[in-house]
């Protein structure tokens, strides 16, 4: 059974360190169209697998509901569904969105894997829970080792925006599968019952995170305006994120950039300290 920090928790976390060095040492020398045959074929082998689940337990016994667990209703739904495809394109942006969203999101489901903490380690369920999130964070940190994609530190504050792009598809889905039939309408505003990507509020069992998102909230955003309820506790759904989303992830992305970005930052700056000291010599 995994639990935190017990011996299969580690197990898991060593198969994906050792998944990772593996793949990085027998591709290190190959041609990049080898390493993008590889790397495409495991993001599509884990796009595959988010269907196949349906025939195995629990999902087998939960259809036709469980049909919802294949649409994009989380980050990592979304980026399984859309990374074979943002692997191949040819835009940078999307590409270094790939890299920041993949490297936090599956290292943190690696790290943190709430969904499967009390299962049995070796069920259907458990094992494709880390099989998928795994490979969300290898991929796309090998396509950078590997140089089949240069991170630029200068692109990062337009990456929120595609992450906000996630979010309203994620919001869109909800809907869907509320008109569907597929999630009671008395959960559109739960963050406790759905995994929405906090677009309804931070998760009640993480009140350090809502803390640390809320700081940098405007009060607007975190309460009922007008009407009966005015001045009632309510998260604007998406837009309470907008502002702190945008500073974290930034923050977050440059830290991630720096062991690739080092020399480029340190000449932007001696650059810009040259043309600082420059202006201050220039005679008025």
């Not at 998944?19 to 590889?38: A, D, E």
């Not at 969105?97 to 894997?113: C, E, H, K, Q, R």
Request: hydrophobic fraction near 55%.
């Amino acid at each position: 059974m995994v639990e935190h920090f017990n011996f299969y928790y580690f197990l898991y976390v060593a198969i994906a360190v050792g998944l990772l060095l593996g793949l990085y040492f027998l591709l290190r020398n190959r041609s990049k169209k080898t390493s993008t045959i590889v790397l495409f074929g495991v993001l599509f082998f884990n796009f595959v697998l988010h269907f196949v689940k349906l025939a195995f337990e629990p999902y087998q016994s939960w259809m036709p509901h469980a049909i919802r667990t294949v649409t994009p209703e989380n980050i990592c739904a979304v980026s399984v569904l859309a990374f074979p495809w943002l692997f191949l394109s040819k835009s940078k942006i999307l590409k270094d969105y790939m890299f920041y969203m993949g490297v936090i999101s599956g290292t943190a489901a690696t790290l943190f894997p709430v969904d499967v903490i009390g299962r049995n380690a070796f069920e259907f369920e458990t094992m494709r829970f880390y099989v998928s999130h795994v490979l969300l964070g290898i991929v796309p940190m090998l396509m950078v080792l590997l140089k089949l994609h240069t991170l630029d530190y200068r692109r990062i504050p337009k990456v929120p925006f595609l992450a906000y792009l996630t979010l309203c598809i994620i919001l869109v889905n909800e809907i869907i599968l509320i008109g569907t039939g597929f999630v009671h309408i008395n959960h559109l505003f739960s963050s406790e019952i759905r995994n929405s990507a906090l677009i309804f509020g931070p998760l009640g069992e993480v009140e350090l995170v809502g803390r640390f998102f809320t700081a940098l909230t405007p009060r607007l955003f975190l309460t009922v305006p007008i009407g009966p309820n005015a001045g009632a506790a309510f998260y604007w759904p998406l837009l309470w994120l907008v502002i702190p989303f945008y500073i974290y992830s930034c923050i977050a992305a440059l830290l991630m950039s720096l062991p690739f970005e080092r020399k480029r930052i340190k000449a932007d700056l001696l650059a810009l300290k040259a043309k600082a000291a420059a202006l201050i010599r220039k005679p008025f």
